[in-house]
Each structure stands twice: as C-alpha cells, then as structure tokens.
C-alpha cells in the first residue's frame, strides 16, 4: 500500500467521523438533520468500502508473504517401479 492509499483510507475515517459527529450533535426536528444524515450515510459508506479495501490489500499482503517464506522440505519423489 502506497501512501496515496493510505491517505484516502485515512481521509475517509476522518470524514466519516466528522459527519457523524455534526449528526448526533442535531437535533431530529432541525432542519438540516436529513441532509446530515444522507451526509453521515455516505461517509460510513466510504469508510466502510475503503475499510473493505485495505482488508483485501492485507490479506494479499499476507498471502505474498506467506508464499515467500514457504521452504519445500520434501524429498524428491522416488521413480516408480515399471
């Protein structure tokens, strides 16, 4: 994972975050609450998939390190008996 990377999963944990915030700081009848909410939803919904993403990009990670560190201890097979 580059930097990049990191920095949108990050942005979008920070934004989800602050929407969640400002909505549970509203109340109900308030009338910015449903575009707070639609605001906050979408946000999770972003944090979630990037969440999503980096848990791919882990277990890729894992997977290409597990296979580096694999050591064949297995004798070579013995020929068989025409």
């Known amino acids: 994972m580059n930097d990049t990377e990191q920095q949108l999963i990050l942005d979008a944990l920070d934004r989800a975050t602050s929407r ?4 549970v700081r509203l109340p109900r009848d308030d009338s910015q609450y449903p575009e707070a909410l639609e605001s906050a939803q979408r946000a999770l919904g972003e944090a979630g998939q990037a969440r999503a993403d980096l848990s791919v990009q882990l ?9 580096l560190d694999v050591i064949d201890t297995r004798r070579e ?5 025409p």
């Open 77 to 81: 097979p013995e020929p068989l008996d």
């Open 20 to 23: 969640v915030g400002a909505l």
């Open 59 to 67: 277990m890729q990670r894992l997977m290409d390190i597990a296979d």
